[in-house]
């Protein structure tokens, strides 16, 4: 963070004052984190469920598109994300 506000011509002390300052919402947050995961240990598989799906939507929706632009197989990219995602759940489950 300071850095690129000396580039910009802040004056070292402010600079190294404001990497600080934007340093200081960490703990803060890791904080309320720990908390929020104690608290609702019940509903922490559904959002891994949710953030995993996320994850995976954004794959296929960047990915996918890109192979039709490079010339390759869309076809080909879906059955490798099912076949990939198969493997994954069946290495999931039986381990």
Do not use: K, N
């Not at 598109?65 to 869309?74: D, F, I, L």
């Not at 076809?75 to 290495?91: H, K, Q, R, T, V």
């Amino acid at each position: 963070m300071s850095l690129p506000l000396l580039r910009l011509g802040m004056s070292r002390r402010r600079a190294f004052f404001y990497g600080q300052l934007s340093g200081a919402a960490e703990p803060l947050g890791g904080v309320l984190g720990a908390l929020a995961v104690a608290h609702l240990q019940p509903l922490l598989p559904f959002a891994l469920a949710v953030a995993g799906g996320a994850m995976l939507f954004v794959v296929m929706h960047d990915l996918i598109p890109e192979t039709r632009q490079r010339g390759g197989s869309p076809d080909l990219a879906c059955w490798a994300l099912i076949f990939g995602f198969a493997i994954m759940m069946s290495l999931d489950a039986g381990l």
